[in-house]
T-cell receptor
Framework: GEDVEQSLFLSVREGDSSVINCTYT??????LYWYKQEPGAGLQLLTY?????DMKQDQRLTVLLNKKDKHLSLRIADTQTGDSAIYFC??????????FGIGTKLQVIP | DTEVTQTPKHLVMGMTNKKSLKCEQH?????MYWYKQKAKKPPELMFV???????INESVPSRFSPECPNSSLLNLHLHALQPEDSALYLC?????????????FGPGTRLTVL
């Protein structure tokens, strides 16, 4: 099955860019996701990328995928205090379950 | 309506109690999921229902009993739980079972077992 690893914590100043990194083990993953979880809430899908893509941009979010290194990153431009949350990287393929990383807690300092 | 609702929001129960968690969606999704999330951990899949049939059971103890009475509803019946079962229980749904379809999550039920 899939193994997904992330750093645990990231602190940035408001207005700066945040980059959250993730590595995964299963090269057969066809979909790679970024979810956001605010305190006491469920998960919200932010964006996803197909494994045959290198990059996807969606407003302030940019996802980069390096298939050779099995490395995924999420860049948040102009980070706001409302971006403070836990960000989960996840991967899946076909009917297999989606496997989540441990989550990166993003702290935005005003 | 793009919402998954869960009730109750919080639940405290003793080890001998029987209770149920409820989840509802009206997006026409045919796959529904139960996840368990402990503090500072990622969600762990428990069950998947596809077209009202149990598709995946991730070796969950029998004190957790899922039920999908119709395509909009998903229940999780709880009986004789242990304190280590205290967690946030998340329901999710997607158009179909499969990693290509976005899973919409509910806000969760915070369960405490005394």
């Amino acid at each position: 099955g899939e193994d997904v690893e992330q750093s645990l914590f990231l602190s940035v100043r408001e207005g700066d860019s945040s980059v959250i990194n993730c590595t995964y083990t299963d090269s057969s993953s066809t979909y790679l996701y970024w979810y956001k979880q605010e305190p006491g809430a469920g998960l919200q899908l932010l964006t996803y990328i197909f494994s045959n893509m290198d990059m996807k941009q969606d407003q302030r979010l940019t996802v980069l995928l390096n298939k050779k290194d099995k490395h995924l990153s999420l860049r948040i431009a102009d980070t706001q205090t409302g971006d403070s949350a836990i960000y989960f990287c996840a991967g899946g393929a076909g009917y297999q379950k989606v496997t989540f990383g441990i989550g990166t807690k993003l702290q935005v300092i005003p | 309506d793009t919402e998954v609702t869960q009730t109750p929001k919080h639940l405290v129960m003793g080890m001998t109690n029987k209770k149920s968690l409820k989840c509802e969606q009206h997006m026409g999704h045919r796959a529904m999921y139960w996840y368990k999330q402990k503090a500072k951990k990622p969600p762990e899949l428990m069950f998947v229902y596809s077209y009202e049939k149990l598709s995946i059971n991730e070796s969950v103890p029998s004190r957790f009993s899922p039920e999908c009475p119709n395509s909009s509803l998903l229940n999780l019946h709880l009986h004789a739980l242990q304190p280590e079962d205290s967690a946030l229980y998340l329901c999710a749904s997607s158009l179909r079972q499969g990693s290509g379809d976005e899973q919409f999550f509910g806000p969760g039920t915070r369960l405490t077992v005394l």
